[in-house]
């Protein structure tokens, strides 16, 4: 399993980001790639660096399975696994989908100075944040695939640094970028799940 788990983080690797940024700057001539934002020890810094540290402990949790760490022991059954890896799956397949419906809107971080278009069909009419979503699902699908402690802390440091990046860096930026249209889009739609977490209008 913890092979199939390490098999699985690079496809989702190279789908959502190294793929999606070549095709972004065929399309555009730019990455799309923004990098961190905020000053050092701010909750929009901290955002990017937890991301950054879940994605490494996305890649070390299988890579110490296959080195001999054993699982938690409650959490090392297939009744566990298996779900895990239609989760991880299912995941990377929703992240390939929601990305190509940002369109050239896709970005990795944030620029405040850069207006980027307010992407509301597809998925995006579902819930605000389906690429984040995707990812989380992603992240939980492997972590239970190799339930070490590394990837399951790996899991929980993702969903930390997802709801920092979408509650200090892109609803600050996406209000200050389309102000009442993003209002009324955010308290209809969901930030995460349908019906969840919508804003007030």
Do not use: K
């Not at 901290?46 to 890649?59: E, P, R, S, T």
């Not at 696994?81 to 809107?105: E, K, N, R």
């Amino acid at each position: 399993m913890a092979a199939l788990a390490l098999i699985l983080f690079v496809v989702y690797m190279l789908a959502g980001f190294v793929l999606r940024t070549v095709l972004q700057l065929r399309r555009t001539g730019d990455s799309g790639f923004r990098g961190l934002s905020g000053t050092p020890g701010s909750a929009r810094w901290w955002a990017g660096v937890l991301f950054a540290a879940a994605l490494i402990a996305g890649l070390l949790g299988p890579v110490v399975a296959l080195a001999g760490l054993d699982p938690i022991a409650v959490l090392d059954r297939d009744a566990v696994a298996i779900p895990g890896v239609v989760l991880a799956v299912a995941g990377i397949v929703a992240v390939v989908v929601t990305q190509a419906a940002m369109g050239t809107s896709w970005r990795i971080g944030v620029d405040p100075a850069e207006t980027t278009g307010l992407v509301t069909t597809g998925p995006f009419a579902i819930v605000r944040n389906p690429f984040f979503t995707a990812t989380a699902i992603t992240g939980i699908g492997l972590a239970l695939m190799v339930p070490n402690v590394v990837a399951i802390a790996g899991a929980v440091v993702l969903i930390i640094a997802l709801h920092l990046q979408v509650r200090v860096v892109e609803e600050p930026y996406l209000l200050a970028t389309h102000g009442n249209t993003y209002q009324h889009y955010a308290a209809t739609t969901g930030r995460f799940l349908p019906n969840i977490g919508r804003l007030p209008s």
